[in-house]
Antibody, heavy 121, light 107 residues
Framework: QVQLQESGPGLVKPSQTLSLTCTVS??????????WNWIRQPAGKGLEWVGH???????DYNPSLKSRVAISVDTSKNQFSLEMKSVTAADTAVYYC?????????????WGQGTPVTVSS | DIQMTQSPSSLSASVGDRVTITCRAS??????LNWYQQKPGKAPNLLIY???SLQGGVPARFSGSGFGTDFTLTISSLEPEDFATYYC?????????FGGGTKVDIK
């Protein structure tokens, strides 16, 4: 089974762009087996799906974030990335990169360990 | 968006208790419903997929049922390692959405 590991700055200033990368090991990101997702969780709160990318580069985003989010894939590095622009304190959360099967009615598995991001000046 | 409502939001139980958590969707989602367990400081872990299928490695004391709008997660006999927060999630339509969570703690 693939393994996922998030990386990126833990602190971002308000109005700036949050950039995170997920490195996939144990399998090829371009295999077509998975959608590659970002999910976030503010401290003490529930889970919110941010969006996903497929190996082809096609994407789907949560409409609540769509205007500020871009998810991309780099098959040469076996990585996918999240960029979220114009961040505010409300974007402070633990961000998880997660795989889900490339079929209708899929589920989230496996998950990365998560990386905390704080938006503060 | 499809809204997922879990109840209760928290419960206290003892080791050996039978525990049932419910999840209701704002519209029919067939059997496209998954359950996750999350322990403090850890990523969620898949327990049940497609409403009633047990993920590999998950103890058989966990079971799921339901179809349409109403679903349940049952722990037949609570073990100490089961004290955690549980989330349901629909995969019927994007945006993919989660329930608000049910925290199970020790009575």
């Amino acid at each position: 089974q693939v393994q996922l590991q998030e990386s990126g700055p833990g602190l971002v200033k308000p109005s700036q762009t949050l950039s995170l990368t997920c490195t996939v090991s144990g399998g090829s990101i371009s295999s077509g087996t998975y959608y590659w997702n970002w999910i976030r969780q503010p401290a003490g709160k529930g889970l919110e799906w941010v969006g996903h990318v497929y190996a082809s580069g096609s994407t789907d985003y949560n409409p609540s974030l769509k205007s500020r989010v871009a998810i991309s894939v780099d098959t040469s590095k076996n990585q996918f990335s999240l960029e979220m622009k114009s961040v505010t304190a409300a974007d402070t959360a633990v961000y998880y990169c997660v795989a889900s099967g490339s079929f209708y009615g899929n589920w989230f598995d496996p998950w990365g360990q998560g990386t905390p991001v704080t938006v503060s000046s | 968006d499809i809204q997922m409502t879990q109840s209760p939001s928290s419960l206290s139980a003892s080791v050996g208790d039978r525990v049932t958590i419910t999840c209701r969707a704002s519209q029919s989602i067939s059997s496209y419903l998954n359950w996750y367990q999350q322990k403090p400081g850890k990523a969620p872990n898949l327990l049940i997929y497609a409403a009633s299928s047990l993920q590999g490695g998950v103890p058989a004391r966990f079971s799921g049922s339901g179809f349409g709008t109403d679903f349940t997660l049952t722990i037949s006999s609570l073990e100490p390692e089961d004290f955690a927060t549980y989330y349901c999630q629909q995969s019927y339509r994007t945006p993919l959405t989660f329930g608000g969570g049910t925290k199970v703690d020790i009575k």
